[in-house]
């Protein structure tokens, strides 16, 4: 497929050159054409990878990955293009951090409403999928760095989209257990799991770990 990352961050460069190596043609998109970090990682990834604008990645490809600071996501997906959007499905792996106050951040938005929701909304002709929001990038894309199968978790209203985007996860990326958490407001839930996951981050002292769902 044609994919495109939107963010240059440690998420964007690992999701990146993930799917450069499953064989993927990636095109990590930034507010300038030529972003230092975009065309690091270009180099780094190889053949398969290229480096432009928001527009530029949102055109080129046929799935997208938004893996911008959740504060900046909105902006971010307004200079992607809405006709660039539209009809595609969108991962959103970001998550509404506010640190305006330090460690640890708060919610910039919470509780009745998600970045998730608040990015449907905006782009109603998008097929949003809130994915990978609650692991670090490293166990993104490789979970069975974990000494036990753990759970990821998929929410959005397609239903087309989700079956899409958990096969990515699964063939693609290594995911055992994909819970479907249902529709976009979902979000709310896996957003606010970061609270938490910070502090076990704290607790820890280190950022690749996860939680796995145990039925009786």
Known sequence: MKIAILGTGI???TLGSKLVELGHEVRMGSRTANH????AWTKKAGGRASQGTFADAAAFAELVFNCTAGT???EALKLAGEKNLAGKVLVDVSNPLDFSK???PTLSVSNTDSLGEQLQRAFPDVKVVKSLNTVTATVMVNPAKLSAPTDI???GNDAGAKKQ????LTEGFGWKRVVDLGDITAARATEGHMLMW???YQSLG???FNVQIVRA
Do not use: C, H, I, M
Not at 36 to 39: G, H, L, Q, R, Y
Not at 165 to 168: E, H, K
């Open 198 to 200: 910070l502090r076990l």
């Open 153 to 155: 978790f998929v929410a």
């Open 11 to 13: 998420v964007g460069d």
């Open 206 to 208: 280190t950022f690749e």
């Open 72 to 74: 900046a996501s909105l």
């Open 36 to 39: 230092e970090k975009a065309v």
């Open 165 to 168: 985007v958990t096969q990515l």
């Open 102 to 104: 330090g460690f640890p």
